[in-house]
């Protein structure tokens, strides 16, 4: 597996793993199941999961501790906060709004902490921006973290350039998480730029579309209703419809590279710079092995500029979200 870096602190393989749908948002499965995926990646070399406190909730970061604990001296762990969340209310449901006050940013790292198993978070992420607490005051007290030993590298999610640049003079983000795949490109100019002036890496999820660029999902019928997608405009039927014909066009050009949509899709994002490590998620070992392999795709100039033309991102339909959690999203 090739690596990449993460700032100064990390070093990760090119090709992450999301482990957000293994028991959130997606519909979940087996813990059994899930953990012989996080074996497998461990053996194809993926060295880097990301999971959060809000998925589940809590759930995910414990499956993920219990499922790394045997490699936990190979692995980089990365989990998020940021909102508030009801311990009793499931999947998106829990969150009723965003928390980023200092004493906060300790105690879910606390909770984290337990939950995950580990000593140390490798690399603890704001999930998103709180307007209502200065990006100074919360990065300050990530920062009391790392110098008590609790978290080794601090990152952002969904920032904009300008919070990313008082956060960095307060104590070094070393990775913003941000959506970013063919179909989704808010990031790119000011953010992008923004994080290759700092030394900043750059972490895109859902850069295979929430799994519409695999070309495996066509219809609604094709994810259940209470999948979190079911409300992602994106997702509804006339969008999907209009939508499908532009993965199509993806298709044709991984079957003339002999490779996967999903592939094609994946080795654009990783060419768009060489500190940009994406983190698809897999629930099933083959989707797993698939994406891993796409590390070692090599597209030309060409090829690329033809990806990006034949799928920009106005010819897709449908917002990336709904009303309220794009509320909780800056623009960029």
Not at 241 to 267: I, R
Request: hydrophobic share 45%.
């Amino acid at each position: 597996m090739k690596m990449r870096q993460l700032g100064q602190e990390l070093t990760v393989s090119a090709v992450g793993l999301g482990c957000m749908g293994m028991s959130h948002a997606y519909g979940g499965q087996e813990e059994a199941e899930s953990i012989r995926t996080l074996h497998r990646a461990v053996e194809l070399g993926v060295n880097f999961f990301d999971t959060a406190e809000v998925y589940g909730p809590f759930k995910n970061e414990e499956l993920v501790g219990k499922g790394l604990k045997p490699f936990r001296d190979k692995v980089v762990i990365a989990t998020k906060f940021g909102f508030k969340i009801d311990p009793n209310a499931s999947d998106s449901r829990a969150m009723s709004g965003l928390d980023s006050r200092p004493e906060h940013v300790r105690e879910v790292a606390e909770a984290s902490l337990k939950r995950l198993g580990i000593e140390v978070i490798d690399l603890f992420y704001q999930h998103r921006v709180d307007p209502n607490v200065p990006i100074e005051d919360t990065v300050g007290a990530m920062a009391d973290l790392v110098k008590e030993g609790k978290v080794r590298a601090l990152g952002l999610s969904e920032a904009d350039a300008a919070t990313i640049r008082r956060a960095h003079a307060v104590h070094p983000i070393s990775a913003l998480q941000s959506e970013y795949s063919l179909w989704t490109r808010d990031p790119e100019g000011e953010i992008l730029d923004t994080c290759r002036e700092l030394n900043i890496g750059f972490v895109p999820f859902s850069p295979l579309g929430r799994g519409f660029l695999t070309g495996k999902i066509q219809k609604p019928d094709d994810i259940a209703s209470d999948d979190f997608r079911a409300g992602l405009p994106r997702f509804s039927a006339e969008n999907m419809a209009a939508n499908a014909a532009l993965v199509k066009l993806l298709e044709d050009m991984a079957a003339e590279k002999g490779v996967t949509a999903a592939q094609l899709a994946l080795a654009w994002v990783l060419a768009q710079g060489d500190f940009i490590v994406p983190i698809p998620g897999a629930r099933k070992i083959p989707h797993l092995e698939q994406n891993v392999a796409a590390a070692d795709i090599t597209l030309s100039p060409e090829e690329l500029a033809n990806l990006g033309d034949l799928l920009a991102p106005e010819k897709f339909s449908g917002a990336r979200y709904a009303a309220q959690a794009a509320a909780w999203t800056p623009k960029k």
